[in-house]
């Protein structure tokens, strides 16, 4: 009975890691996936972020789901019943009611009603949604009322400030730790995070000594997935209660949370200003669509800045992905680094907003029918839309530029016979490439290139550059094309026939592009150099489903994660395809390159060091001397040692046979030769009868 009452406690992931051991049992190899409890159980074994939102989650316990609806219609006991009826109209319409759930107070005496309600759902997800909805609800022609929603526990929160305002307490300022610290490390090198298993782990790219050194690693550090933000300052953790961000220069200290319960994904703004993150939840009635909310957080206060509550239907629109039919991301951040604006795409029209005051701009949306998808320059505050034909084709497609925050139209053009879009925007916003594909009369999609009869497998632009990739072709081994622009004219530079590709992966810095086949093409890889226009080598990762070049342009890592059984684990490989290393990780999930700022450096001085390459390298040079002596020094050792190893190993064979001698002489009846050449062979018959039996033969 003690130890069953000791099983029911609450235990912490040190007591789970310390009972494994003293039962010598491996963590590592449970498949933790595949472990399936009762909704809402947890068998007394806590969470490390268990504490995670605490206060949030007490205020949840209260009445969450229970609405007050201020400014209804005051009347007498003889028009309550139609009273009653239009309120739970209203309000049905944005979840389901409890029985009983909706309670119009009356005065005692007359019957009159007071003048407000409440209302009580199945969730509290719909009681928000509610408050979203019906929150200045105007109702009534003659005589209008004007609803005021306010959700019960803010009321009650409310209810508790003291009358008498006490200052905040102060506190002395405590430097925090350099959260850039990472780019100062002296060999210049990157680091990456990779998920395995139970594990997160943040290592350093040693790639000149051929090793990946650990840097941070913590078992159950997120409950689903982790994810950089875009100048590499954070690494958010994605937990059932919220999303937690951490930084430093090898610890990793926790320095936000944001509470969002069950948050699906998550986004940065490019500047790192702001987070995204997205939640859906299924409605009480199966017939309605999924309820959805999304939260915008300022990234070093925690504040929510705006939320929007809705259903998925309300939002999926444009693109593939994301969950229950939403493409993700939901909101688009346009003006660069500033993070100025971000925009939706509606159902007929775009909602800009700015994120001063986090509003729509003009307080209105750009009204755009049946506008299907759009994206932001990536440097300036514009963005294209694509709008499909309409009519049967007797209105064509239409491409549109518009300026923020102006909404001005800069440029239209119509497109005619055209199916559907891809835009894609060069690096630095001079210009805008259109992949659409063709409808002819036989209802075939093509797309126009040399030969209009090729399909186009894979569009990529150079990166910090004015060339761009086309994987093109209906063959198993498609050709891929190279196109310079110059002035506004594109120039075809070469095309590779017959290549084992299907993805285009740029080098961050231009020049240089590898050619994957992934997926049914098993991990080929082709290394080219768009400058000399040569391929400097090819290569295989068997089964490799993911590639990502580090944010210098060194190195590249192909990875094979957990949709397959086998090889999992990832390759780093040198620019040019030489293979560094490799690690074997079991249930491999993910792997992510931290990102890097960009340079304080101005062009000038980096084109002057570019030409003076030779004077900054002396320094690095005479490190790489260095490490390539005790490289071999090192691998002289690891030799000798196995030389040692293996004489070691004959000298202990070679005692055990000496100790066996008299064994075998006995054997040899009193042979002591070991050698082959000094036995004499000898011939000896032996006879044995085996068996003797008698049968009686009957004549006929």
């Known amino acids: 009975m003690a130890d069953v009452m000791t099983m029911t406690m609450p235990m912490t992931m040190e007591d789970i890691t310390s009972k494994a051991s003293s039962l010598n049992i491996d963590l590592s190899s449970i498949d933790w996936s595949s472990i399936r409890v009762p909704p809402g159980e947890h068998f007394g074994i806590i969470s490390d972020d268990e504490d995670m939102f605490e206060e949030e989650e007490l205020l949840e316990q209260g009445f969450g789901n229970v609405i007050i609806v201020d400014n209804i219609p005051v009347v007498s006991c003889e028009t309550f019943d139609k009273l009653e009826g239009v309120l739970r109209l209203i309000f049905s319409r944005c979840g389901v009611i409890k029985e009983n759930g909706l309670w119009i107070p009356v005065e005692e005496g007359t019957g009159r009603t007071r003048g407000y309600c409440f209302v009580e759902f199945n969730t509290a997800q719909e009681a928000e949604l509610a408050k979203e909805k019906t929150d200045k609800y105007e109702l009534g022609k003659k005589h209008v009322y004007v609803f005021a929603v306010n959700m019960f526990d803010d009321i009650e929160k409310f209810s508790r400030v003291p009358d008498e305002w006490a200052p905040p307490a102060t506190t002395s300022y405590t430097p925090g730790e350099n959260l850039q610290h990472w780019l100062t490390d002296e060999k210049g090198r990157d680091q990456f995070v990779i998920l395995a298993g139970p594990d997160t782990e943040v290592m350093w790219n040693d790639a000149r000594q051929v090793k990946a050194d650990t840097v941070y690693k913590r078992p159950y550090w997120t409950e689903s997935f982790v994810q950089w933000s875009p100048l590499g300052t954070y690494l958010a953790t994605v937990h059932r209660q919220g999303v937690a961000v951490w930084g430093g220069a090898s610890t990793f200290d926790q320095l936000m949370r944001y509470a969002h319960k069950e948050a699906k994904f998550i986004d940065f703004s490019p500047g790192e200003k702001y987070l995204v993150t997205y939640s859906s939840h299924a409605p009480s009635n199966p017939h309605n669509s999924h309820r959805v909310m999304l939260n915008i957080f300022d990234v070093r206060t925690g504040k929510v800045m705006r939320d929007f509550k809705g259903s998925a239907d309300e939002l999926a629109f444009g693109g593939t992905g994301g969950f229950t039919g939403v493409s993700w991301p939901v909101f688009r951040w346009g003006g660069g680094k500033e993070d100025k604006y971000f925009a939706r795409l509606g159902k007929n029209g775009i909602s800009v907003y700015e994120t001063e005051t986090f509003s729509l701009i003009d307080k209105k949306s750009i009204k755009v029918e049946n506008v299907m998808d759009f994206c932001w320059s990536p440097t300036d505050p514009i963005f294209a839309l694509f709008v499909p034909e309409q009519g049967g084709g007797n209105q064509p497609a239409r491409l549109s530029l518009f300026q923020i925050p102006s909404k001005q139209e800069l440029r239209q053009k119509n497109l005619f016979s055209v199916s559907d879009c891809k835009m894609y925007w060069q690096s630095e916003g001079e210009y805008l490439a259109v992949k659409v594909d ?67 992966f740029w080098s961050p810095n231009g020049r240089f592009v590898i050619l994957a086949g992934l997926k049914g093409f098993n991990g080929q890889l082709e290394f080219f150099n768009v400058d000399e226009l040569e391929t400097m080598a090819t290569a295989e990762h068997f089964m490799a489903t993911d590639i ?48 890097r700022p960009p340079s304080f450096l101005t062009p000038e001085k980096e084109e002057e060091i570019s030409k ?24 002289l050792e690891k030799r000798k040692q196995l030389k040692d190893d293996w004489e070691s190993w004959v000298n202990k064979w070679k005692s055990c046979h000496e100790e066996e001698k008299a064994t075998r002489q006995k054997l040899r009846d009193g042979e002591a030769s070991d050698v082959e050449e000094e036995c004499e062979a000898k011939e000896v018959e032996i006879e044995e009868l085996i068996n003797v039996y008698e049968e009686v033969v009957v004549e006929a």
């Open 438 to 504: 063709r409808i002819t009369k036989s209802k075939k999609a093509l797309f126009e290139l040399e030969n209009k009869n090729d399909k186009v497998i894979a569009f990529s632009w150079e990166p910090k550059g004015k060339r761009f990739a086309v994987i093109h072709g209906d063959n198993p081994k498609p050709d891929v094309s190279f196109y310079s622009v110059k002035g506004g004219k594109v120039s075809k530079l070469t095309t590779l026939k017959q290549r084992q590709a299907n993805a285009l």
């Open 548 to 595: 990502e070049w580090d944010p210098t342009g060194r190195y590249v890592a192909t990875s094979v994660t957990s949709v397959h059984e086998m090889e999992n684990g990832f390759n780093i490989w040198s620019f040019n395809g030489k293979l560094l290393y490799h690690i074997m990780k079991d249930h491999f999930f993910q792997f992510l390159w931290r990102p």
């Open 612 to 635: 003076n390459l030779k004077k900054y390298s002396e320094k690095y040079d005479v490190e790489d001397q260095d490490i390539s002596l005790l490289l071999s020094k090192q691998d």
